[in-house]
């Protein structure tokens, strides 16, 4: 299983092309035999994305979200993540949502795809890219 950051799963979405060729080839290998997962802190950047028209979509925001719930495993914000996500060194982002969605590969042992300079270059969670 990997885990996919807000923004890999809108170029999934809205155009996989710009995601990297080593990033298409873990989902591709992912969506066959472990599974994709995210964050559930990524349903609502979502959300705000297709508000915001940063994502456009064809069918109703309940509908697209329920599809990603549906092709990805949601994994919930608990004690474990909560407490890792304040534990990051000052080099790693300061965003919220990018430190609920590393802790959340950490706790769960996943890769975290992610397009993020600035978190593939703290060293602090194992990225594909």
Known sequence: MILLD???????????ERL??????????????????IADKTLWELAMMVTKRRIEIAITLHQFLSEV????????????????SVRFSDAFPKDPADRIIAATAIVHGLKLITSDKLIRE????????
Do not use: K, M, Y
Request: glycine residues 4%.
């Open 6 to 16: 807000t923004q890999a799963v809108a170029w999934l979405v809205a155009d996989p």
């Open 20 to 37: 990297s060729v080593p990033a298409r080839l873990a989902v591709s290998e992912a969506r066959r035999d472990l599974g994709l997962a």
């Open 69 to 84: 719930e549906r092709v990805c495993t949601v994994l919930p914000i608990d004690a474990a993540v909560a407490e890792r």
């Open 122 to 129: 703290s060293g602090q969670v194992s990225c594909i890219w």
